[in-house]
């Protein structure tokens, strides 16, 4: 399992193009999507809100689904096409509070507590019967 938390937008711009200079993006590059990776973005809430941020994850979901993105893609929807259709992806969003800059609004990585239920609840589902 392939956990990047916090994952930044520019590091999230990276994997949507296939960019790889450093050693993260070279193993995103080549991961192999029958492991998961989990995904939590950190990042500004205007960085979040930005046209790129949700164009970047649904490529990364069209990659790894291979599929065009549904006409209903957005941030608010993303979570729930991951799981559905690219469930080696497992996204968890933001959260909303004070962010480093002072800014208040969604963009903070989730809990880390959320972020380790997520690993757990991946790993009990593809648990082999028994």
Known sequence: ??????????????LALGLCDNLLTCLFR??????????APAMNTLMWDKPATARHLARIWS???GREVPADWSLATAEGHFVREAPAIVL?????????????GVGAMAEVA????????WAERSAPPG
């Open 30 to 39: 080549a991961w192999d999507f029958s492991r998961p990776v989990v995904l």
């Open 63 to 65: 990659d790894v689904a």
């Open 114 to 121: 959320g972020i380790a239920e997520a690993v757990r609840a």
């Open 92 to 104: 968890v969003p933001p959260q909303s509070k004070r962010l480093a800059c002072g800014d208040v």
């Open 1 to 14: 399992m392939l956990v990047l938390a916090p994952l930044d937008a520019n590091t999230l711009a990276k």
